[in-house]
C-alpha cells in the first residue's frame, strides 16, 4: 500500500534510541509443531499464589521476562500469545532463576515454550530492547507499570521485551498450550479478555515502524 | 491562545486543513520532573479539566525536533530572548493515529485505513539543570504523577494516562533530594513558576522572582512545594552512577534567579 509508506516514522536520529524500524514477517513464513505437554505447576489459582509466597520467602522478588513475538497477517502486526486451557493467555516467558540474566533467562524460557527439546541449547533468539516493565505490590494484586510510591517491597517485577524473529522458524509448542496469533487492534483496549499487561502491548510498540516484508 | 470553542469546532479546521496540507503530523513533548521520589509529567490546562501536552502541529515541511523545540517555546518560554530554555529532545516514546475527522485515536495505523488524517508523535524532554517556564495566561501548568495518569482515561484521555506504560521501560534516577540543602539562597521558598506572559514580561518577572511569591500560584495534583535541580553529572560521573544503558535521569525544573 504505497500511502502507507510515507506515514512510517522516519527515522531522523533523534537523541535517545536506536532505530525504531523492525522487520516483520507474514505468519505463512513460520510453521507450527507439537511436543509433549509441560505439567501444570499448580493445580488451582490459589495454589499458585501459596507457591509464589513460599518462593518469595525463600529467594525474595520475582522476576519474569516475556517475550513479544510479531508477525504479520493482513498487513497488520499480530502479537504470539499462548492460551492455557483455552482460557488466559500470556505471553512466552517465565520466570528467571536467582543470578540469571534477564537476556539469557529469556531466551531460555522461549526455547523450552516454543521449540522442540533438541534445540533448547542452542537456540538462536534475537532479544531486541526492553519496552516494558510491571510491578506488583502482591501476587494477587493488578500490577503496575510503574514502582507506586510506598511500595518499597515490590513482589513480582516483570519486563517486556521485542524479540525480532528471522524470516523463517519452525515453532513447537507444548500440547497443553494453544500458540495464537492476535492483532494490536485486539487486544488495544481489551483489558477484560487480555489483563492489563497484554492489552497494554499495542501502546508499548507504537513507537515502532513496522516493515512488513511480503514474499 | 486556543483556536478552537469546542470539539466541533477543532475537528471542522481539521478537515479544512487536511484539504489544503494532507495528514496533519503533531508533536507533544513529554516533561517529567521529580516530586517526592515519583516521576511527574507537565501538563497544560484549559479550563478547569481538558488537560494538553506542550506542542501542537507542525507545519508543511518542517522537521519534528526543530517543530517541538517552536511549540515548547510557544507554550512555556517567555516572549523576551533571554530567558529561552535549551529544550533538549530526546527520543520518541509514542506515535498515535488518527484514521477519520474524529477524536478517536490509536497507537497503530488500523487495517484498511490507508489515509490516516493525522500522526502524533510524543517525544520526552529532557529538562536541564534550572528551567524558566513563561505560561499563557488562560492555561495553568500541572505537575500530575503517574499514578494519577494510569489507567485514568475518563479525565486524561488515552493518550496522555497511557504515558506512564510508555515509560515504564525506563529506570528513573531520581535526581535532587540531597542537594535541597545546598542554596538556600538561590531558590524561592514559595512559588516558583510564572503564569503569565505579556509585553511586561521581563520586568515583572524580575518582580515576581525576587521577592516571595504569594499571589502567583501553581496548581499542583498535590501540596504545592519549590523545585530545585542539581547540576545535572558531568558524563565521568553519570557513568558511574547509572552502569545500565536505559537509565533515565529526572531532574526538577525551577525557576532560576538571575
Known sequence: ?215 | MEKDTSVADRLARMKVNYMKEGMRTSVDGILLVQEHNHPHILLLQIGNTFCKLPGGRLKPGENEIEGLRRKLCSKLAANSTSFQPNWQIGECVAIWWRPNFETVMYPYCPPHITKPKECKKLFLVHLSEREYFAVPKNLKLLAVPLFELYDNVQRYGPVISTIPQQLSRFQFNMVGMELLDNDPATYLKNKTWVKETNPCLERKIRQRVLTPLSGLSLSLSFAPREFVVPAPPTNGEQERRQPKSGVLAVGIGGVGLH
Open chain 1, 1 to 215: 500500500m504505497e500511502d502507507r509508506e510515507t506515514f512510517h516514522c522516519n527515522d531522523n536520529g533523534d537523541a535517545g534510541g536506536g532505530s525504531n524500524v523492525v522487520e516483520i514477517y507474514p505468519l505463512s513464513r513460520y510453521f507450527f509443531g507439537s511436543k509433549d505437554a509441560i505439567p501444570d505447576k499448580d493445580d488451582c489459582p490459589a495454589d499458585r499464589i501459596q507457591r509464589m509466597k513460599a518462593n518469595y520467602t525463600a529467594r525474595g522478588m520475582r522476576t519474569c521476562v516475556h517475550g513479544i513475538l510479531l508477525v504479520e497477517l493482513f498487513q497488520h502486526p499480530h502479537v504470539l500469545l499462548l492460551q492455557v486451557r483455552n482460557s488466559f493467555f500470556k505471553l512466552p516467558g517465565g520466570r528467571l532463576r536467582s543470578g540469571e540474566s534477564d537476556v539469557e533467562g529469556l531466551k531460555r524460557k522461549l526455547s523450552r515454550k516454543l521449540s522442540s527439546e533438541e534445540k533448547v541449547t542452542d537456540d538462536d533468539w534475537q532479544i531486541d530492547e526492553r519496552i516494558g516493565m510491571w510491578w506488583r505490590s502482591d501476587f494477587e494484586t493488578l500490577p503496575f507499570p510503574y514502582l507506586p510510591p510506598n511500595l518499597h517491597r515490590p513482589k513480582e517485577c516483570t519486563k517486556l521485551f521485542l524479540v525480532k524473529l528471522p524470516t523463517t522458524r519452525h515453532f513447537i509448542v507444548p500440547r497443553n498450550l494453544k500458540l495464537l496469533a492476535v492483532p494490536l487492534c485486539q487486544l488495544h483496549d481489551n483489558n477484560e479478555t487480555y489483563g492489563p499487561i497484554i492489552s497494554g502491548i499495542p501502546q508499548l510498540l507504537s513507537k515502532f515502524s513496522f516493515n512488513i516484508i511480503q514474499d
